[in-house]
């Protein structure tokens, strides 16, 4: 049964890694080579690809804005942005189309 435990281990490494912005099939075999134990204390100490994800975010919310911008409207009134589902805009009162 120790293999059991031992590639639970190892996918758990793997896991661990991409959680981590790291290649999971990398830390995956050299857990599996090596020793799960290490790999995964030494990828514990090793900093996370912070600045990866950093840098993927803002991509992300850019493209949650361009969603968003569709379900907003503007009004031709006043210029405000309120949402899709309003009729009126909660500025002025003019109708929403
Ligand atoms: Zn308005």
Same mark, same amino acid.
């Given at each position: 049964m120790k293999w059991f435990f031992w590639l639970l281990l190892c996918a758990f490494i793997g896991y661990y890694a991409d959680r981590k912005g790291r290649s999971k099939w990398a830390w995956g075999l050299a857990a599996v080579f090596i020793s799960p134990l290490i790999v995964g204390i030494v990828l514990a100490l090793m900093p996370d690809k912070g600045s990866d994800s950093v840098e993927r975010l803002p991509q992300s919310s850019g493209g949650y804005r361009e969603d968003e911008a569709q379900e907003e409207k503007r009004c031709p009134e006043c210029g405000y942005l309120a949402d899709? &589902?309003?009729?009126?805009?909660?500025?002025? &009162?003019e109708m929403l189309w």
């Open positions: 899709a &589902g309003e009729q009126y805009c909660p500025r002025c &009162g």
